[in-house]
């Protein structure tokens, strides 16, 4: 099968976000009276939207929803002042992307991060490369591993989902390519492991992004 497209997941596939979240996410929950994590955690925390960020990081008997409604406003302002601090892309992004853009193959960002902060992000981190479609969570896509988001920039792509490969680093991810029809490929750079993500289909795992090319 000869891809037309890349769909990429955002944060654990081409940026490595984890501090600047969990230093983020600690000073949020410091604001609404809950303990921090260690750095380590929040590979297991984040993913799935801020809001279930906030119930998986609270204690067990602050997880109503106006607490969680605090947390998320105070994370949003403290994401806001530091998402940029420590993020960078990966080792071998930037000269996967340089390679992609070479070949002609179309490029497109799905995450789980708000829509406004994923558009942030690629915009002055992944700047220096053409995404043909980049999309956060917003009111108008159902979060990952539901497959709206995926099928809608498949559509604005004008391709088939099939024409897709679908890189990613967490179970979210790899249920979404297969819910899509895309094929799926585990990033093994990111947050989650390699059981995981062949767990939840899968097909190929890469050690360095430069392996993508391989496919």
């Given at each position: ?8 997941d955002?944060?654990?596939t ?38 279930t ?55 497109a ?7 406004d ?35 809608s ?17 967490t ?45």
């Amino acid at each position: 099968m000869k891809y037309k497209a890349v769909l990429f997941d955002l944060d654990g596939t081409l940026l490595d976000t984890l501090d600047d979240l969990a230093d983020s996410m600690n000073a949020a929950l410091t604001r609404v009276g809950a303990p921090p994590h260690p750095v380590a955690d929040y590979r297991y925390f984040v993913g799935d939207g801020v809001l279930t960020l906030c119930h998986r990081v609270l204690p067990t008997d602050r997880r109503d929803e106006a607490t969680i409604k605090a947390t998320a406003a105070a994370m949003r302002d403290e994401y806001g002042a530091r998402w940029a601090a420590k993020t960078r892309p990966y080792p071998g992004i930037p000269e996967l992307l340089d390679a992609l853009t070479g070949r002609g193959v179309a490029m497109a960002v799905l995450s789980n991060k708000n829509n406004d902060f994923t558009k942030l992000c690629v915009e002055k981190l992944l700047g220096r490369w053409k995404f043909d479609a980049v999309q956060g969570l917003d009111e108008t896509i159902h979060k990952k591993p539901d497959p709206s988001g995926a099928l809608s920039v498949a559509r604005r792509l004008k391709l088939a989902p099939a024409d897709f490969l679908y890189l990613g680093d967490t179970n979210t991810d790899m249920k979404t390519a297969v819910a899509a029809g895309m094929y799926p490929v585990g990033a093994l750079w990111g947050f989650r492991t390699a059981d995981e993500l062949t767990a939840n289909g899968a097909k190929v795992l890469i050690a360095k992004p430069m392996d993508l090319l391989a496919l």
